[in-house]
C-alpha cells in the first residue's frame, strides 16, 4: 500500500541506489527520487525511481542547491536522504547540519567521519577498541618506501589507498581498487604509479589473509538518531566481481548468525557515538580463526539488497527511526538466505565447500533466494528494463571467463 507522506531520495545511480529505491517500493509502494552527475545501467527505465542528471552535483554548492531547491519544492512528507556512494555519503556528512533543516539524514558527525574514512584511522581506533583487522605497514609518502625492507609479515601483500575518495579522483592507467604484490619490486611500482597519480594520503600495505572470495563477510548496521544499534546482517561472501575496478563488490551472499562478532561490533558502534548505516568488510583468518575488518563504509553497501532480503528492509529502518518508532530491541538477522546478482551457474561453479553447495541449493529451492534487478514490478510492462537486466546478467559470463 502507497504512504505518499514518504519521500526517497537518493544520491547515485549504481545498484546501491536501485537496492534502496526497491526497499523503500518494498515496503511502501513510493517512487524515490534520485541525483547522479551521470545515467548508469542499474537504475535507467526504472518506474520506480524519478532519475535526474545534475553534472557537477560532486561540487557542494551545486549539491545544497540542488537538494534544498527540491525540498522546497515538495513541502509536505517526510524527506529521507540518502548517500549511495562514498563521495555521495561524504558530502551529506559534511553539510548535515544544512540539510538537516530539510530532510532526515542520519549519519556520523564530521569529526568522527574523518576518523574512520581513512583506512589508517580507522585501523588505530579497531586497536584502541578490541576489533581485529590484518597485519598493517602505512606508507605516508614515497620517501617512506624504506618501510618495504622490515615488514612484519611476508610476500605476496596487499595494497590499497587509505583514502578511497582520494583515490579515484586521480585515474590512471591499471588502476585496481585493491592490488596484490608477489614481491618488493612489484610493491614499489604499484605504489609508485598509485603515489604519481597525485593522490596525496596514506597507502596501505597489509599482510594477505589467505583463501579466496568464500573468506569474505560483510556486516551491515544501522545505528540511530540516538547512537544504538537497531540492526545487524551479516553476510558470508561467496563470490565478488573479478574485473579490476570491480574487485571487492560482492556478487553472491549468504546471511548467517556470528553473535560474537556481531556483540563486538555493536559494541564499538556504540561507544564511539555512530548514527546512520554502516558496512564492514571482513575476512576470516583460518591461521587464528579470528574475523579481521579490513574497512568500514559510512552508509548502506553497494550489495544492501542482501539485507532486505533478509527480511530487515533498509527503508523501514529509515522511516521508523524518523518518526521515532523503532522497537527498542535490535533486529538481529539470524535466518540464512541467498542473494545474488551474476548467473546462478557462475557462482556454483566458484564455490568449492560441498556443505555451502548443498546450503545455497536448498535456499534456492525453498524460495529463500533473490537478486536486486530483478524485481517483477520494475520488469513488467517495462520492455527497455527487462532487455537491460538480461543483456547486464549474460554479461557476466564474459566477464567471469576473462577474470576467472
Known sequence: M???????????????????????????????????????????YSKIIDFRVVEDLYDDRVMLDTLIRFAKSHPDGAKILIGCTDAYADLIIENQKTLSEFYFCPCPDQSLAGQLISKDSFYDMCGRYGIDYPATVILESKDALHKLDSLPFSYPVIIKPASSIRYWEHPF?????????????????????IFSSGYDS???????????????????????????????????????????????????????????????????????GYRGFSNFDMKYDPRDH???????????????????????????????????????????????SFWYTVPKKII?????????????????????SGSALWYRP???????????????????????????
Not at 214 to 230: H, I, P, Q, W
Not at 312 to 323: F, H, K, M, T, Y
Not at 353 to 362: A, G, Y
Open 202 to 272: 596514506s597507502i596501505i600495505v597489509q599482510d594477505l589473509i589467505p583463501g579466496d572470495d568464500s573468506g569474505m563477510f560483510v556486516l551491515t548496521s544501522y545505528s540511530d538518531r540516538n547512537a544504538k544499534v537497531k540492526m545487524m546482517c551479516m553476510g558470508h561472501v561467496l563470490l565478488e566481481e573479478h574485473t579490476p575496478k570491480g574487485i571487492g563488490n560482492h556478487v553472491a551472499i549468504v546471511t548467517e548468525y556470528h553473535e560474537d562478532v556481531m556483540d563486538r561490533m555493536k559494541r564499538f558502534l556504540e561507544q564511539i
Open 2 to 44: 502507497s504512504d505518499n507522506t514518504i519521500i526517497p531520495v537518493l544520491l547515485g545511480a549504481d545498484l546501491n541506489c536501485y537496492s534502496v529505491a526497491r526497499a523503500f517500493h518494498e515496503a511502501y509502494g513510493v517512487r524515490s527520487y534520485a541525483f547522479g552527475r551521470y545515467t548508469l545501467g542499474a537504475t535507467k
Open 348 to 368: 556454483y561453479s566458484y564455490i568449492k565447500d560441498e556443505n555451502m553447495q548443498k546450503t545455497v541449493r536448498s535456499l534456492v529451492k525453498n524460495g529463500k
Open 378 to 404: 520494475d520488469l513488467l510492462t517495462n520492455p527497455m528494463r527487462l532487455a537491460y537486466v538480461i543483456i547486464h546478467h549474460l554479461r557476466y559470463y564474459k566477464k567471469y571467463r576473462q577474470y576467472p
Open 290 to 336: 579470528k574475523f579481521k575488518a579490513f574497512e568500514i563504509n559510512l552508509r548502506q553497501g553497494r550489495s544492501n539488497h542482501y539485507v532486505t532480503h533478509a527480511g530487515a528492509n533498509l527503508a523501514r529502518l529509515l522511516v521508523e527511526d524518523c518518526r521515532e518508532s523503532l522497537p527498542e530491541e535490535p533486529e538481529l538477522v539470524k535466518d540464512a
Open 173 to 193: 592507467e591499471g588502476m585496481k581498487k585493491v592490488y596484490r604484490a608477489q614481491t618488493k619490486e612489484s610493491a614499489e611500482k604499484i605504489i609508485d604509479a
